[in-house]
């Protein structure tokens, strides 16, 4: 009987006679994906060009370094009021103490820039509810604190004098506000959820009306059913900020559509303006919509914790992650924890001196580059200018043999390779394969191998995702 079967399987598959897959209907949604493929406008393009940013997160928790009454705890630091279970009075006794440096939002663009960052991203409320601004909807600010004034305003300033932009972190999910709900179990909850949606979204509002030079808006905290049953706000709230702004960058995290999908729609569009969801992780290959990946320096801590743990990322790490960010057409972007006090971790500084340092000299092959459109090799990565004829090779892993291995396109040809102006031999091999031949003497850190291509066809970031 198990032959037959198998003689009548293997007799419909051959006559095409098993049923085969077929595309899954589209879906009709109002509040999903409002368009197809990247935005092509001036502002998305700049912010695309980056590809180099830190983020930044501060607030009342960073007082606390991850510790609550001696007790340390590993997980976030930023999460130490629900780590350790604190109730609003005892956690609101931090507003007394809250009183950076005054030079703190200065040192922070200063830093920024020297990193070679072209935007950061500051977390203006977090989980917690504080607000680094003096906002006109709440108490629980920078105004009720001995700073006194607006801390998130003199950064703003600061970061557009040295000519860095500045994007807006707001987590939509607030421990402290009363009227937060985690899911709606009848209409009482509703109706308060209602009344915090309407805060939030003018201090939104009130943001951009305060901050007309920010480039667009982090979103977090829209992972509960309260949000994603109710995708249809997060539409309106959009549309509701682009009207003010309509140049604003908004991440896929805002978003969620009425079949409750967040990031992509039922239908898998993306909704927002780029990928938001590689937190501390990077894909393998370019990716078919804009994205962007936030990278801790420790494991797990985003918010200023005393007691790193577990591997901490050396620069040459996340100098090489930031190439293959750029090599993958997306953006990277590098977290720092600033102390209680505004001041930065000598770990922290240091770090963004050396990869200050790398990007003085090697900048030219991340910002305003991407996707080479050729296969990268195991000694780094390619990245392209659009519609340029020069590659950026950016060598992380010498190999043995001292030759770099390139594989063009049909029709391609290498004019010329050369480190720092230095020309190097290079070898042609069958079938479009290159083998360029280093020099005996090299740089003592990643460095970049320049090769100037012939081409008929000129190769765009587009080619790269095909």
Known sequence: MKSLILILFFSALLHGQLPQDTPKPKIELKYGSQ????????????????????????????????????????????????????????????????NPDRNAPKNWARLAKQMGA????????HHEGFCLWPSKYTDFDVEST????????????????????????????????????????????????????????????????????????WFD??????????????????????????????GSRLRADETGARHFDANGQLMGDYEQGWERKLPVEPLK??????????????????????HVKDSIE????????????GNFVINIGPMGDGSIRSEETRLIQEIGAWITANGDAIHGCG???????????????EKADEINAIVFNIPISGRLTI?????????????????????????????????????????VVKVQVNTGNQITAEAAKI
């Open 35 to 98: 368009r197809e493929g990247r935005r092509t406008d001036s502002d998305m393009a700049r912010w695309r060009g980056h590809r180099l940013g830190m983020i930044i997160h501060y607030g009342l928790y960073s007082q606390a370094g991850g510790a609550w009454k001696g007790v340390n705890y590993a997980y976030a630091a930023e999460f130490i009021k629900a780590n350790a279970k604190v109730p609003d009075e005892e956690y609101d006794q931090l507003l007394k103490t809250f």
């Open 289 to 310: 919509n804009d994205w962007e990946c936030v990278m801790t320096i420790p494991e797990n801590q985003w918010g200023y914790h005393a007691k790193w743990t577990g």
């Open 371 to 385: 996707a080479s459109g050729l296969e990268n090799q195991n000694w780094g990565w390619l990245t392209r200018r």
């Open 146 to 217: 001995p700073y006194k004034t607006d801390f998130l305003g003199e950064f703003v300033s600061a970061c557009n004098e040295q000519g860095v932009d500045v994007m807006l972190y707001y987590s939509i999910l607030d421990w402290r506000h009363k009227s937060w709900r985690y899911q709606l179990k009848d209409e009482s909850d509703r109706a308060e959820f209602m009344k915090y949606w309407e805060f939030a979204s003018s201090q939104l509002e009130e943001l951009l009306e305060r901050y007309p030079s920010v480039k667009g808006f």
């Open 221 to 250: 905290g829209t992972w509960d059913s309260s949000v994603k049953s109710n995708g249809y706000l997060t539409f309106e709230l959009e549309q509701r900020l682009r009207k003010i702004n309509p140049g604003l960058i908004i």
């Open 118 to 125: 072209k935007y950061v991203v500051i977390t203006t409320k």
């Open 407 to 447: 594989q063009l396109r049909k029709g391609e040809t290498i004019k010329s390779a050369a480190i720092a102006n230095k020309k190097l031999e290079v070898e042609e091999d069958s079938g479009g394969r290159y083998l360029i031949h280093l020099p005996k003497e090299l740089p003592k850190t990643a460095f």
């Open 318 to 329: 996340l100098i090489e992650m930031a190439s293959k960010c750029t090599a993958l057409d």
